[in-house]
């Protein structure tokens, strides 16, 4: 997740995991990540932001939080974020509050 500051990214410079220091090279980066998406009106070939060319490799252009990737999926799906349903008398959002805002960049 953009803003994280988690520290048992490591940091050893290696193409190949051959020495102990090396591994967590494999672990889950969160700093920045990737996601594919196709279809909903996604534009064709289109790549928004951008993540670091060196590890830890953090989002660096353009980071999108959980509650708008949540927004952006919904939006592709024709669902608006803002969806609320009541569940025991409390409402349950869509996206996290409903406060969630798609990325409008990434539609055609």
């Known amino acids: 997740m953009p803003g ?5 990214q490591s940091r050893a ?10 591994y967590g090279l494999h672990r889950h ?3 920045g990540t ?15 932001g ?6 830890p490799l953090v989002a660096v252009e353009n980071p999108v939080c959980m509650e708008d990737l949540h927004a952006t999926i919904f939006t592709a799906m024709g669902i608006s974020p803002k969806t609320a349903y009541d569940v025991e008398k409390r ?3 869509a996206t996290k509050d409903g406060h969630g805002k798609a990325v409008m960049d990434i539609f055609a």
């Open 13 to 22: 410079r290696a193409e190949k995991l051959q020495e102990m220091k090396h």
């Open 50 to 55: 951008k993540t670091a060319d060196e590890r």
């Open 4 to 8: 994280s500051n988690a520290k048992d």
């Open 29 to 31: 980066f969160t700093g």
């Open 34 to 48: 990737t996601v594919a998406m196709f279809g909903g009106g996604v534009k064709k070939g289109h790549v928004y």
């Open 91 to 93: 409402p349950f959002f």
